[in-house]
Nanobody
Framework: VQLVESGGGLVQPGGSLRLSCAAS????????LGWFRQAPGKEREEIAC?????????YYADSVKGRFTISRNNADNTAYLQMNNLKPEDTAVYFC?????????????WGQGTQVTVSS
């Protein structure tokens, strides 16, 4: 099982990025896909999760509501995180993860992460 994140980078405050998570080695259409982030010196934070059963997105971090959108494309086993109006406090390593259901806590499978830096 492999989850590979891409799309991170350096962006100015107010800018946008779209992260991708490509899944292989599992029938990802049957798994919920979540996005997490971890900033230096802080605990990992669960941002959002999208269900496998109905494609509904759940947003757990109040700080991203209205700015981030989670989506998925089962045809190519990929999940996305569209991030708009980025702020310096969004700087972190972003991870995607897969689990049978959306929930708080540990997921079964994890990617290696992609760095997002928001700075002028």
């Amino acid at each position: 099982v492999q989850l590979v994140e891409s799309g991170g980078g350096l962006v100015q405050p107010g800018g946008s990025l779209r992260l991708s998570c490509a899944a292989s080695g599992l029938a990802s259409q049957y798994y919920a896909l979540g996005w997490f982030r971890q900033a230096p010196g802080k605990e990992r934070e669960e941002i959002a999760c999208i269900s496998a059963t109905d494609g509904k997105g759940y947003y757990y971090a109040d700080s991203v509501k209205g700015r981030f959108t989670i989506s998925r494309n089962n045809a190519d086993n990929t999940a996305y995180l569209q991030m708009n109006n980025l702020k310096p406090e969004d700087t972190a390593v972003y991870f995607c993860a897969a689990d049978p259901e959306c929930h708080f806590g540990e997921f079964d499978y994890w990617g290696q992460g992609t760095q997002v830096t928001v700075s002028s």
